[in-house]
C-alpha cells in the first residue's frame, strides 16, 4: 500500500507540474477550432490536427517543467502545498523529463506536418523555452508574451490548417484578441501576488478564477462564430 501511495503521489505530482489542466484547455481549443472555426471546405486532414495537437501537448508539458526550475519562488507563495509537492519529482526528473518531450514534440512535429509549419512549431518551442527563463518573464512585456504564448498553438493551427482556415480566422480574430488582453489581464495580476499583502494575495487569487471562468466560457464561443 505504501508503494501504491508513493506512486500516486508522484504521479499527482508529474501532473501537476506538466500543468495539465493547460494543456486539457489547449487541446479542447484546437479541436474545437479545427471542428468548426477553422473548417474549410475539405475534409479535416486529420493526421495534421493529431500531429497539431501532440506537438502542442508536448512542448507545453516540456516548457511547463522548465518553467518549474526558475519559478519556485513565486510558487511558493501562490501554490505553496502543491509546489513542496512538485519538488521531489521536478529534482529528480524534471529536467530530463523536459527535454524529452520537447524532443518528442519536435520529431512529431516533422512527421505529421508540412516542413514550414514544423519549422513555426520549432520557433515556438524556442520562445517557450527562453521564456522559462526569469528574465523573460518579468513586468508587462513579461505578461504579454506569456498571452501570446498562451494562444500561439491556435495561430500555428491555423497555418497548419491553412488556405481553408484563413475565413474562419479572420472571423475569430476579435473573440482571439479579447481572450488575449484578458489573459494578458491574468498573467500581469498573477504575478504582483508575491509583492502584495495578504488580503491583497486573496483578492488577487479570487480574481484570477474570474479570470480563467471567463476564457473557459470564451472557449464555449468559438463553435457559434
Known amino acids: 500500500m505504501r508503494r501504491r501511495t508513493k506512486i500516486l503521489l508522484r504521479l499527482t505530482a508529474f501532473l501537476s507540474l506538466v500543468r495539465w489542466t493547460h494543456i486539457l484547455f489547449l487541446t479542447v481549443a484546437q479541436l474545437l477550432a479545427a471542428l468548426t472555426l477553422l473548417h474549410g471546405p475539405e475534409p479535416t486532414p486529420w493526421l495534421t490536427l493529431a500531429g497539431s ?14 518553467n518549474s526550475f526558475y519559478d519556485l519562488e513565486r510558487d511558493l507563495i501562490e501554490r505553496p502545498w502543491q509546489t513542496l509537492l512538485e519538488r521531489p519529482v521536478a529534482r529528480t526528473y524534471g529536467m530530463q ?59 500555428l493551427l491555423a497555418g497548419a490548417l491553412h488556405p481553408g482556415s484563413w475565413p474562419g480566422f479572420l472571423r475569430g480574430l476579435p473573440l482571439a484578441l479579447a481572450m488575449i488582453a484578458l489573459e494578458w489581464r491574468r498573467q500581469w495580476e498573477r504575478r504582483q501576488i508575491p509583492h502584495r499583502s495578504e488580503p491583497q494575495r486573496l483578492q ?22
Open 204 to 225: 488577487l487569487k479570487r480574481q484570477q478564477w474570474i479570470y480563467k471562468l471567463l476564457l473557459a466560457l470564451a472557449l464555449g464561443l468559438i463553435p457559434w462564430i
Open 53 to 66: 495537437i501532440a506537438t502542442t501537448a508536448l512542448i507545453v508539458a516540456g516548457g511547463s517543467l522548465f
Open 97 to 155: 523529463l523536459a527535454f524529452s518531450f520537447y524532443a518528442a514534440g519536435l520529431i512529431t512535429s516533422l512527421l505529421t506536418l508540412e516542413l514550414a509549419v514544423a519549422l513555426c512549431y520549432w520557433l515556438f518551442a524556442l520562445v517557450v523555452f527562453l521564456y522559462s527563463h526569469k528574465r523573460m518573464g518579468f513586468g508587462v512585456g513579461g505578461a504579454l508574451l506569456a498571452s501570446l504564448l498562451a494562444f500561439g498553438p491556435l495561430l
